[in-house]
Protein backbone atom coordinates (compact mmCIF):
# COMPACT_ATOMS: atom_id res chain seq x y z
CA UNK A 1 0.00 0.00 0.00
CA UNK A 2 1.39 3.67 -1.02
CA UNK A 3 2.47 5.73 2.40
CA UNK A 4 -0.12 8.22 3.43
CA UNK A 5 1.86 11.39 1.90
CA UNK A 6 1.33 9.72 -1.57
CA UNK A 7 -1.81 9.10 -1.23
CA UNK A 8 -2.73 12.56 -0.19
CA UNK A 9 -0.73 14.18 -3.29
CA UNK A 10 -2.49 11.13 -5.89
CA UNK A 11 -5.56 12.58 -3.82
CA UNK A 12 -5.30 16.33 -4.17
CA UNK A 13 -4.29 16.81 -8.15
CA UNK A 14 -6.84 14.07 -8.78
CA UNK A 15 -9.48 16.21 -7.37
CA UNK A 16 -7.87 19.70 -8.47
CA UNK A 17 -7.78 18.26 -11.65
CA UNK A 18 -11.27 16.69 -12.54
CA UNK A 19 -9.91 13.12 -12.91
CA UNK A 20 -10.71 9.67 -11.47
CA UNK A 21 -7.80 8.31 -8.89
CA UNK A 22 -5.03 5.46 -10.17
CA UNK A 23 -4.87 2.17 -8.78
CA UNK A 24 -1.48 3.06 -6.51
CA UNK A 25 0.71 0.11 -6.35
CA UNK A 26 3.73 0.47 -3.97
CA UNK A 27 6.99 -1.47 -3.05
CA UNK A 28 10.08 -1.14 -2.04
CA UNK A 29 13.44 -1.36 -2.89
CA UNK A 30 16.84 -1.39 -1.01
CA UNK A 31 18.33 0.88 -3.58
CA UNK A 32 18.31 4.88 -3.55
CA UNK A 33 16.78 5.94 -6.50
CA UNK A 34 13.20 4.64 -7.19
CA UNK A 35 11.09 3.94 -10.34
CA UNK A 36 7.67 4.25 -11.85
CA UNK A 37 5.35 3.13 -14.29
CA UNK A 38 1.88 4.60 -15.49
CA UNK A 39 -0.57 2.72 -17.31
CA UNK A 40 -3.55 4.27 -18.40
CA UNK A 41 -5.42 1.26 -19.73
CA UNK A 42 -5.07 -0.78 -16.72
CA UNK A 43 -5.71 2.88 -14.97
CA UNK A 44 -2.77 2.18 -12.63
CA UNK A 45 0.45 4.28 -11.03
CA UNK A 46 3.20 1.92 -10.12
CA UNK A 47 6.31 2.58 -8.23
CA UNK A 48 9.30 1.03 -6.91
CA UNK A 49 10.32 2.98 -4.32
CA UNK A 50 13.77 3.34 -3.34
CA UNK A 51 15.03 4.58 0.37
CA UNK A 52 16.16 8.54 -1.13
CA UNK A 53 12.63 10.14 0.42
CA UNK A 54 13.32 13.21 -2.33
CA UNK A 55 13.58 10.75 -5.24
CA UNK A 56 10.63 9.24 -3.91
CA UNK A 57 8.43 12.13 -4.17
CA UNK A 58 9.96 13.41 -7.66
CA UNK A 59 9.11 9.80 -9.02
CA UNK A 60 5.38 9.79 -7.80
CA UNK A 61 4.42 13.07 -9.31
CA UNK A 62 6.25 12.40 -12.32
CA UNK A 63 4.17 9.30 -12.78
CA UNK A 64 1.43 11.60 -11.29
CA UNK A 65 2.10 13.92 -14.51
CA UNK A 66 1.85 11.06 -17.03
CA UNK A 67 -1.71 10.54 -15.08
CA UNK A 68 -2.92 13.94 -15.22
CA UNK A 69 -1.54 15.22 -18.58
CA UNK A 70 -3.45 14.36 -21.94
CA UNK A 71 -2.68 11.67 -23.89
CA UNK A 72 0.99 11.29 -25.56
CA UNK A 73 1.34 12.72 -29.52
CA UNK A 74 2.35 10.46 -31.89
CA UNK A 75 5.57 11.28 -34.04
CA UNK A 76 6.81 8.92 -36.47
CA UNK A 77 4.61 6.70 -35.10
CA UNK A 78 6.07 6.69 -31.31
CA UNK A 79 4.18 7.91 -28.53
CA UNK A 80 6.09 11.45 -27.13
CA UNK A 81 6.09 10.58 -23.29
CA UNK A 82 8.21 13.64 -21.90
CA UNK A 83 7.15 16.40 -24.27
CA UNK A 84 6.77 20.15 -23.49
CA UNK A 85 3.15 19.63 -23.01
CA UNK A 86 4.12 17.03 -20.23
CA UNK A 87 6.95 19.19 -18.69
CA UNK A 88 4.82 22.04 -18.57
CA UNK A 89 2.40 19.40 -16.04
CA UNK A 90 5.63 17.76 -14.50
CA UNK A 91 7.22 21.10 -13.82
CA UNK A 92 4.64 22.50 -11.73
CA UNK A 93 3.96 19.42 -9.83
CA UNK A 94 7.40 18.84 -8.57
CA UNK A 95 7.59 23.18 -7.72
CA UNK A 96 4.80 22.80 -5.37
CA UNK A 97 5.97 19.72 -4.36
CA UNK A 98 8.48 21.30 -2.67
CA UNK A 99 11.22 19.88 -4.62
CA UNK A 100 13.89 22.31 -5.20
CA UNK A 101 14.67 24.11 -8.80
CA UNK A 102 18.61 21.96 -8.59
CA UNK A 103 17.14 18.60 -7.51
CA UNK A 104 14.71 18.88 -10.12
CA UNK A 105 17.21 19.93 -13.04
CA UNK A 106 20.10 16.83 -11.56
CA UNK A 107 17.39 14.13 -11.33
CA UNK A 108 15.14 14.41 -14.07
CA UNK A 109 18.03 16.00 -16.08
CA UNK A 110 20.08 13.12 -15.54
CA UNK A 111 17.35 10.50 -16.39
CA UNK A 112 16.07 12.31 -19.48
CA UNK A 113 18.48 14.92 -21.10
CA UNK A 114 15.71 16.53 -23.01
CA UNK A 115 14.15 17.56 -19.80
CA UNK A 116 16.87 20.50 -19.76
CA UNK A 117 15.46 22.08 -23.08
CA UNK A 118 11.95 22.10 -21.23
CA UNK A 119 13.46 23.62 -18.11
CA UNK A 120 14.76 26.55 -20.23
CA UNK A 121 11.72 27.24 -21.91
CA UNK A 122 9.72 26.94 -18.36
CA UNK A 123 12.40 29.57 -16.61
CA UNK A 124 13.69 26.81 -14.19
CA UNK A 125 16.43 28.68 -12.23
CA UNK A 126 19.60 27.51 -13.01
CA UNK A 127 17.88 25.47 -16.51
CA UNK A 128 20.47 27.95 -18.48
CA UNK A 129 23.42 26.64 -16.70
CA UNK A 130 22.71 22.99 -16.65
CA UNK A 131 22.28 22.96 -20.34
CA UNK A 132 25.29 24.88 -21.55
CA UNK A 133 27.31 22.47 -19.15
CA UNK A 134 25.80 19.46 -20.85
CA UNK A 135 26.37 20.68 -23.97
CA UNK A 136 30.02 21.83 -23.45
CA UNK A 137 30.11 18.01 -22.19
CA UNK A 138 28.87 16.38 -24.71
CA UNK A 139 31.52 18.79 -26.85
CA UNK A 140 34.09 17.80 -24.97
CA UNK A 141 33.10 13.98 -25.33
CA UNK A 142 32.76 14.07 -29.06
CA UNK A 143 36.34 15.93 -29.38
CA UNK A 144 37.99 13.15 -27.39
CA UNK A 145 36.28 10.23 -29.51
CA UNK A 146 39.68 8.92 -31.44
CA UNK A 147 37.83 7.59 -34.79
CA UNK A 148 38.26 3.92 -35.38
CA UNK A 149 41.21 3.63 -38.01
CA UNK A 150 41.38 0.74 -40.65
CA UNK A 151 43.89 -1.46 -39.53
CA UNK A 152 43.48 -3.72 -42.26
CA UNK A 153 41.92 -3.01 -45.66
CA UNK A 154 38.74 -4.86 -46.72
CA UNK A 155 39.46 -8.00 -48.09
CA UNK A 156 38.06 -11.57 -49.10
CA UNK A 157 37.71 -14.12 -46.03
CA UNK A 158 40.38 -16.70 -46.31
CA UNK A 159 40.44 -19.42 -44.02
CA UNK A 160 42.75 -20.94 -42.39
CA UNK A 161 43.38 -23.64 -39.82
CA UNK A 162 45.78 -22.94 -36.32
CA UNK A 163 46.04 -25.62 -34.57
CA UNK A 164 42.10 -25.50 -32.42
CA UNK A 165 41.12 -22.19 -34.24
CA UNK A 166 39.70 -21.28 -37.44
CA UNK A 167 41.27 -17.63 -38.37
CA UNK A 168 41.35 -15.47 -41.65
CA UNK A 169 44.75 -15.86 -42.97
CA UNK A 170 44.64 -11.94 -44.05
CA UNK A 171 43.94 -10.16 -40.81
CA UNK A 172 44.31 -12.74 -38.45
CA UNK A 173 41.16 -12.56 -36.77
CA UNK A 174 40.00 -15.76 -35.18
CA UNK A 175 36.52 -16.93 -36.41
CA UNK A 176 34.20 -19.27 -34.82
CA UNK A 177 30.43 -20.12 -34.10
CA UNK A 178 27.42 -19.30 -36.53
CA UNK A 179 29.89 -16.82 -38.82
CA UNK A 180 32.43 -19.64 -39.22
CA UNK A 181 29.41 -21.52 -40.52
CA UNK A 182 28.34 -18.71 -42.95
CA UNK A 183 31.90 -18.00 -43.73
CA UNK A 184 32.38 -21.51 -45.14
CA UNK A 185 29.34 -21.81 -46.39
CA UNK A 186 29.07 -18.52 -48.61
CA UNK A 187 32.64 -17.07 -47.79
CA UNK A 188 32.84 -12.96 -46.80
CA UNK A 189 34.57 -10.17 -46.54
CA UNK A 190 36.55 -8.54 -43.73
CA UNK A 191 37.68 -5.50 -42.67
CA UNK A 192 39.70 -4.98 -39.54
CA UNK A 193 39.21 -1.68 -37.28
CA UNK A 194 40.60 -0.64 -34.69
CA UNK A 195 38.49 -0.27 -31.15
CA UNK A 196 38.52 3.48 -30.98
ZN1 LIG B 1 7.95 9.40 -17.70
ZN1 LIG C 1 40.25 -11.09 -42.48
Known amino acids: MAPSW ?31 VTRRSAGSISVTAGTDPLDQRLTLLHELAHWLGPV ?19 FDLYRRHEIPDPEILAREGGRYPSALRHARAL ?26 RVLVAEHKVRLVRDGRWTRCAICGVRVVGPILARLRRRGGRHVLLSAG
Not at 128 to 144: I, K
Open 123 to 148: GIAGADAAWLSRRVALRELARNRVPA
Open 6 to 36: AREIVRGECGAAGVAEPAMRWRHARRSASSG
Open 72 to 90: PRRRRGRAQHHDARFYAIA
